[in-house]
């Protein structure tokens, strides 16, 4: 798909009719993985969760209800990041930023992941609401990695419309 198509018709999506096949979300992950990272260190981690019994026992455990019915019917990815390691030098943060470094380089996997994943013919939708302590616990997450999202991706049920984006003003100073 052509870049700026795919980045006008990727939306979030709240509605899916079906999962995905093992194969096609193994070669999003993959396409996940050549997303930039500080110093190459890729420090993103993902967990795929497709088995229902798994998928089911997880949304009803670690998600609030809106999220679990959101992402029904889809496969679910949890991302992490090992922490203290990308913006980091001899143990110490580099800068104030920290473990921020480490949150922006999960971002721009993240963003990869959706977008190979829209470009495969599957939606997403990222869900920042979820119990963290609950995740980690169910799958065996380790205490060195920072829980940010979980991401549902599927088939979409739904057509949803283009939000409105702030005027460029509002966002954007040009020097």
Known sequence: MEFKTLIDERRSVRKYTEGIDHEALAGILREAQRAPSWKNQQTARCYAVETPEILED?????????????SAHAALIVTTYVKDVVGFGDGAPVNEIGNGWGAYDLG????????AAKNAGYDT????????????????????EEIMSVIAVGKSGEAPSLRPRKAMEEVVRFF
């Open 58 to 70: 997880l949304r009803a455990a670690a998600l609030p209800s809106f999220n679990r019915n959101s």
């Open 108 to 115: 721009l996997h993240d963003a990869y992941l959706i977008l």
């Open 125 to 144: 939708l990222i869900m920042g609401i979820r119990d963290a302590d609950v995740i980690r616990e169910k799958l065996g997450i380790p205490r060195s």
